[in-house]
């Protein structure tokens, strides 16, 4: 039982990960201050990407972890 509650509570995590990391690389543009200076503005924008990137990769391996739980 205890490894269902696991697995299950690393599926939620993944599922509210991957769709917020899936946002932030397609709002990154906009969620930026368009008063900054433009070499400043693309490196946030790229750092965000890049976070949102990492909430992507973090949701599979989490997704991976249930699947594994599951199979244990």
Do not use: N
């Amino acid at each position: 039982m205890i490894g269902l509650l696991d697995a299950f509570t690393c599926l939620v995590v993944a599922c509210l990960l991957f769709p917020l990391g899936v946002w932030g690389r397609a709002q990154a543009h906009d969620l930026v201050v368009d008063a900054l200076p433009s070499e400043e503005r693309e490196h946030r924008i790229a750092v965000l990407r890049r976070g949102a990137l990492t909430c992507q990769v973090v949701a599979v391996v989490f997704g991976a972890g249930a699947v594994l739980l599951l199979l244990v």
